[in-house]
């Protein structure tokens, strides 16, 4: 199917995204989740490339493109060769940190951080989660107590990808003592700043190669040059980004459907049973029918969430829906692509085994199902003539 959300520079882009997914990416895969992170000389290369920063200024490092396509066209390709681990540690930076950096850092700190940060000399991570809070920013307990020219940053945050590799931390913090009060603001912690450590390397079910980690925050002295933006103004910020990652969630949720189908196809056409491929059995054939279709309808809906996203706006109703939808949906389809394969399914040493593994999280992560829903339906009842399409 012809896909019309992009133009032949974003197929220009995805020619060299395959090419450094297939030769720097695919090879490696099989040490990296043996190590629980990825070289860091990856970043580096992604940097040579340009597959950083493509919404950043030029003058500061980037592309210079802030074009979400591009972003989706990277994602789509290290899914492809299996790398959604990798995804979230690359395209992690391009849809989650460069946006805060871009649209609030001054130019004094964008010269500070963005060229090495686009250059793939140094790794950021952003710290949203604690172990009592996940999507409820509110309940956010960290804090940031101003002291002469810097604020004392204390809490601990969990669950944070590139946690390990991380030089640079965009940290939430309250700045307000007051319970629940929302008064959240962003700080960029590095990696030396006393105070600063980090916990264990957190041992997931799947992801494997993407580092994952808990870090400590103890009267971390954090200059005011590293406030990002406005004190207190960073709560519709982190929501208005939210849409983004959700988005970028749906894509690579979609991308895996395809990529498992595709498992499943080769499969059960290369497999017999009883003298005969399994796709000669009616069960078989019907099950990759529906398959195929769902896959498709979520494919069709991406893509038009995509094209709203870059020339409309995206809503985060409509973004809560795709990254909802799309990731249940992938756990179903990736459960019966692995029984399409029978026992070898359940071996880790089947691409389809760890595929399954991958996708669990994506429910989870960036808002789960149920928040997802809980933001939908405030939405429908408190305007239910509300046009959400």
């Given at each position: 199917?012809?896909?019309?959300?992009?133009?032949?520079?974003?197929?220009?882009?995805?020619?060299?995204?395959?090419?450094?997914?297939?030769?720097?990416?695919?090879?490696?895969?099989?040490?990296?989740?043996?190590?629980?992170?990825?070289?860091?000389?990856?970043?580096?290369?992604?940097?040579?490339?340009?597959?950083?920063?493509?919404?950043?200024?030029?003058?500061?490092?980037?592309?210079?493109?802030?074009?979400?396509?591009?972003?989706?066209?990277?994602?789509?390709?290290?899914?492809?060769?299996?790398?959604?681990?990798?995804?979230?540690?690359?395209?992690?930076?391009?849809?989650?940190?460069?946006?805060?950096?871009?649209?609030?850092?001054?130019?004094?700190?964008?010269?500070?951080?963005?060229?090495?940060?686009?250059?793939?000399?140094?790794?950021?991570?952003?710290?949203?989660?604690?172990?009592?809070?996940?999507?409820?920013?509110?309940?956010?307990?960290?804090?940031?107590?101003?002291?002469?020219?810097?604020?004392?940053?204390?809490?601990?945050?969990?669950?944070?990808?590139?946690?390990?590799?991380?030089?640079?931390?965009?940290?939430?913090?309250?700045?307000?003592?007051?319970?629940?009060?929302?008064?959240?603001?962003?700080?960029?912690?590095?990696?030396?700043?006393?105070?600063?450590?980090?916990?264990?390397?957190?041992?997931?079910?799947?992801?494997?190669?993407?580092?994952?980690?808990?870090?400590?925050?103890?009267?971390?002295?954090?200059?005011?040059?590293?406030?990002?933006?406005?004190?207190?103004?960073?709560?519709?910020?982190?929501?208005?980004?939210?849409?983004?990652?959700?988005?970028?969630?749906?894509?690579?949720?979609?991308?895996?459907?395809?990529?498992?189908?595709?498992?499943?196809?080769?499969?059960?056409?290369?497999?017999?049973?009883?003298?005969?491929?399994?796709?000669?059995?009616?069960?078989?054939?019907?099950?990759?029918?529906?398959?195929?279709?769902?896959?498709?309808?979520?494919?069709?809906?991406?893509?038009?969430?995509?094209?709203?996203?870059?020339?409309?706006?995206?809503?985060?109703?409509?973004a809560a829906m795709a990254k909802w939808w799309t990731?249940?949906?992938?756990?179903?389809?990736?459960?019966?692509?692995?029984?399409?394969?029978?026992?070898?399914?359940?071996?880790?040493?089947?691409?389809?085994?760890?595929?399954?593994?991958?996708?669990?999280?994506?429910?989870?992560?960036?808002?789960t199902t149920e928040i997802m829903k809980e933001i939908?339906?405030?939405?429908?009842?408190?305007?239910?003539?509300?046009?959400?399409?």
């Open positions: 199917m012809k896909r019309h959300v992009f133009d032949v520079m974003h197929e220009q882009l995805r020619s060299v995204a395959r090419d450094f997914a297939e030769r720097e990416v695919a090879p490696h895969l099989d040490e990296w989740n043996a190590a629980g992170v990825v070289d860091r000389a990856l970043y580096a290369k992604a940097g040579a490339l340009g597959l950083l920063g493509m919404g950043v200024d030029e003058r500061h490092g980037g592309g210079g493109e802030p074009d979400f396509r591009y972003s989706v066209v990277i994602n789509e390709e290290l899914t492809r060769v299996g790398a959604t681990s990798v995804v979230m540690g690359l395209s992690g930076f391009n849809d989650l940190v460069a946006p805060y950096l871009d649209e609030l850092c001054t130019d004094q700190q964008k010269a500070r951080w963005l060229p090495q940060l686009c250059a793939g000399e140094r790794v950021a991570a952003l710290a949203m989660t604690e172990p009592g809070t996940g999507s409820d920013l509110k309940g956010i307990a960290t804090t940031a107590v101003p002291d002469g020219d810097d604020y004392l940053l204390n809490g601990t945050k969990t669950f944070i990808s590139n946690g390990i590799l991380a030089d640079l931390v965009v940290v939430v913090a309250k700045t307000d003592p007051a319970p629940r009060s929302g008064h959240l603001s962003l700080f960029v912690v590095e990696r030396d700043m006393p105070g600063f450590s980090r916990g264990r390397k957190l041992d997931k079910i799947g992801l494997a190669a993407q580092d994952t980690a808990e870090l400590f925050f103890d009267n971390v002295r954090v200059p005011r040059g590293n406030l990002l933006g406005k004190e207190g103004e960073a709560l519709s910020c982190l929501r208005q980004n939210l849409v983004r990652e959700r988005l970028s969630v749906a894509v690579t949720a979609v991308a895996s459907m395809e990529r498992a189908f595709g498992h499943a196809l080769s499969h059960t056409t290369e497999r017999h049973a009883f003298g005969q491929p399994l796709t000669s059995f009616q069960a078989t054939r019907f099950t990759l029918a529906e398959l195929a279709t769902e896959v498709q309808v979520a494919r069709v809906f991406v893509d038009r969430c995509i094209d709203e996203y870059v020339h409309d706006g995206l809503s985060d109703i409509e990731t249940e949906l992938q756990q179903r389809v990736l459960s019966q692509c692995l029984q399409l394969h029978g026992g070898y399914g359940f071996m880790r040493e089947y691409a389809i085994a760890r595929e399954f593994l991958d996708a669990r999280a994506s429910t989870l992560y960036a808002g939908i339906g405030r939405a429908v009842t408190r305007e239910p003539t509300r046009r959400l399409s």
